[in-house]
């Protein structure tokens, strides 16, 4: 069976970071998960905080740096997503939605996304099903059943011992392995095919900073 790769995005802001920190464990159970499945996988782990100029750059010219373009065609290539997000006022954070939005509308489609978030209290852990996991779904990406959210208290001595953090790493990572597997590899992917990062059809307007259809 081919290999898989799987792009992870962190969008914490701190380093190291706590979103770093549970990306970094959700990776690792995937990985695991799909070994058990005879399936190997190689990551792609991508720092939004070390891409935030090219970011804000590209929404405002429509145009991506080239470490930028290369973030991208690695999510948009991969065959499956890890997203990790810190939770501000309530909702992901402003850098993450800001590399959502210079991704393709459609280049997410039919692709599995494991969704994790993390923020100081689990009073704001019904962000991923409110905020993150609507945005996957209007994009048409596939978000598993599970997301993983972590709190402060989650990484302490006194972590919740009757729904572990390591338990819903495993379960959310599980599903996305199954997942995975249940699809056939991503095609290649030529970086330098314009229509592979600005997507056939896109118009001329969206690639000048969203002049059309705003």
């Known amino acids: 069976m081919n290999d898989r790769r799987i792009a992870v995005i962190s969008s914490g802001l701190s380093n190291p970071s706590s979103t770093r920190m549970l990306a970094d464990r959700l990776l690792a159970e995937t990985v695991k998960a799909l070994r058990e499945r005879d399936v190997e996988a190689q990551a792609d782990v991508i720092e939004l905080r070390d891409l935030a100029h090219d970011i804000t750059n590209n929404l405002l010219t429509g145009f991506a740096p080239a470490p930028l373009e290369e973030a991208i065609n690695r999510v948009v290539s991969a065959d499956a997503i890890i997203v990790v997000t810190p939770i ?7 850098l993450f939605k800001s590399f959502i939005d210079v991704l393709d ?3 997410l489609t039919g692709k599995p996304v494991l969704i994790g978030a993390n923020a100081g209290t689990a009073r704001h852990s019904l962000a991923i099903d409110y905020a993150i996991r609507p945005l996957f779904t209007y994009l048409h990406a596939e978000p598993v059943s599970t997301g993983v959210f ?3 208290s989650d990484w302490g001595k006194n972590a919740d011992e009757v729904a572990p953090l390591s338990s819903r790493i495993e379960r959310g990572a599980r599903e996305l392995a199954e997942a995975i597997v249940r699809r056939e590899p991503a095609q290649s992917h030529d970086p330098f095919d314009p229509a592979n990062y600005l997507g056939e059809g896109r118009s001329f307007g969206h690639l000048l900073g969203g002049l059309a259809g705003e």
């Open 105 to 107: 509308p459609d280049s």
């Open 150 to 152: 972590a709190a402060s």
């Open 88 to 94: 501000f006022s309530t909702s992901y954070a402003g």
